[in-house]
């Protein structure tokens, strides 16, 4: 077959009608890619559902409402713009419609219970990226482009895990086949969501907030495409965030290594998850940025050239962390504590960031809002426990960092004057983490970055901003 793209867009470059127009042309210029689209929900519709559902179930369905009806005056105002057809209008109109009193219905209900279960919530997420991706594919429809709007529940079956859920992938597989690959071949855009699946029941699920670039590297995987695109609102992977540090370069390319690492200690450029799919197939992903669709944007990949040499390409990091130090009340096997440990954990659902043990003593470093009385008090049953809340992970990202002699040093006098609690080198080839104070994150983030990239930077790897362009992605530190 020809070649065959994946693209998904986020909700900053589809969060008005101007934006969105602006998604039909980029899509059209890649026609001769048949390209699958992907859409999430517009910026804010989201938290503007979460909250019309919490609001729900505190007892306030009058706010809630008032929240959905927000939230759809803001689509009915890209239909109006972006579609003239007068059937067309209509149609999408009666659809917004309609789920709108789906939503109500559900406010109701959660009202009444005064319970936001997650399999509720999931039904509540869905509406953004429903309504976001009819509103793309009329809007590509009235441009020209023979698009078709295809509902995610046929194909992205995944297991009933809800909020967080998982795609059983010869399920999706197998559906893509037969639902979407067909479409393509016909010479068909096919508009989908990010983000939704359905389980065996039927119900709506979620794979995770920010989970709509794993789904579009499911989509992609599965029917093996050429390319999984990445459309947001910054030119690439940067070597650091930009609200922190002032002049940042634009990484070229990355392994799938090195992104799975800037995703999972805090670069929110990507989900952690969309690395996998991809990897297993080796399809490559590029990020764009949709405001700047010339430029080159940033490139993952399973084959970097192996003349690139030691390496720091970004630096990431999380805040608002807890770290718990572990030591036996008695001399248990190191690992008959480690397994008690680990059960607490597992009791709880806590996820931890970074490890690490001596003889006996354990060190976890896990989210803040995890750190709950009962987790302690497992915990505390288990051996001795000390806690440090407010920290914060800074973490170190490149390549061939094993084979440097002067990484370390160079790390260190960075960050010389500065308490550091816990270090983790060895883990990954690809990383090297500090667990410090969260409120001096900002600060060794410049001096990690002046250390590493004020110099002159490969040019095959790394690129500067242009100046007259701000950098900023819409997402919170």
């Known amino acids: 077959m020809p070649d065959m793209i994946v693209m998904k867009f986020g909700g900053t470059s589809s969060h008005d009608a101007r934006a969105m127009a602006n998604i039909v042309e980029i899509i059209s210029r890649h026609r001769d890619r048949n390209p699958i689209v992907v859409i999430s929900a517009i910026a804010q519709a989201t938290n503007m559902l979460e909250r019309a559902g919490n609001l729900a179930a505190e007892g306030k369905p009058g706010e809630a409402r008032d929240t959905l009806l927000s939230l759809f005056e803001r689509h009915h105002a890209i239909l109006d713009e972006l579609v003239k057809d007068r059937q067309r209008h209509v149609e999408l109109s009666n659809i917004m419609t309609t789920s709108l009193k789906e939503l109500e219905e559900l406010v109701q209900g959660v009202a009444i219970l005064r319970e936001l279960t997650p399999r509720t919530l999931d039904s509540f997420y869905a509406y ?35 909020t967080s859920a998982l795609p059983v992938m010869d399920m999706v597989e197998a559906r893509l086949d037969e639902i979407v690959r067909p479409l393509v071949q016909q010479g068909v855009v096919p508009v989908t969501q990010g983000f939704l699946g359905v389980a065996s029941s039927g119900h709506r699920t979620t794979m995770g907030r920010e989970s709509s670039d794993f789904s579009a590297s499911i989509i992609g995987a599965a029917l093996r495409v050429d390319d999984i695109q990445i459309w947001t609102d910054v030119d690439g992977v940067l070597t650091a965030d930009p609200r922190v540090v002032r002049t940042p370069k634009k990484v070229k390319a990355l392994s799938f290594e090195e992104a799975f690492e800037l995703a999972y200690f805090g670069a929110k450029i990507l989900h952690p998850h969309t690395m996998l799919p991809a990897l297993e197939r080796k399809i490559p992903i590029h990020i764009f940025n949709s405001r700047r669709p010339k430029e080159s944007g940033t490139m993952i990949t399973h084959d970097l050239p192996s003349d690139f040499g030691i390496l720091v390409k970004s630096i990431a990091f999380k805040r608002n962390l807890t770290l718990l130090e572990l030591t ?57 426990i000390a806690t440090k809340s407010e920290k914060g992970i800074l973490c170190v990202v490149g390549r061939n960092m094993y084979e440097s002699s ?72």
């Open 128 to 162: 953004g990226e429903l309504s976001s991706s009819h509103l793309v594919a009329a809007a590509l429809q009235e441009h020209g482009v023979n698009a078709q709007w295809v509902d995610s529940k046929n194909f992205m079956l995944t297991d009933d895990n809800y």
């Open 328 to 384: 036996p009340r008695k001399r248990y096997s190191q690992y008959i504590f480690w397994e008690h440990i680990y059960s607490v954990l597992t009791k709880y659902g806590v996820r931890t960031l970074l490890t690490g043990t001596s003889e006996y003593t354990v060190a976890l470093v896990v989210d803040g809002k995890d750190v709950i009385e009962g987790l302690l008090n497992d915990l505390g049953a288990v051996g001795t």
């Open 406 to 477: 002067d990484l370390l040093s160079r790390l260190f006098r960075a960050v010389s004057g500065f308490p550091i609690s816990f270090v983790s080198y060895g883990a990954s080839k690809s990383s090297i983490s500090l667990v410090v104070d969260d409120a001096v994150i900002h600060d060794l983030v410049q001096k990690l970055h002046e250390e590493f990239f004020t110099a002159a930077a490969d040019g095959r790897v790394f690129e500067e901003l242009a100046h007259d362009v701000v950098q900023v992605p819409a997402i919170s530190l």
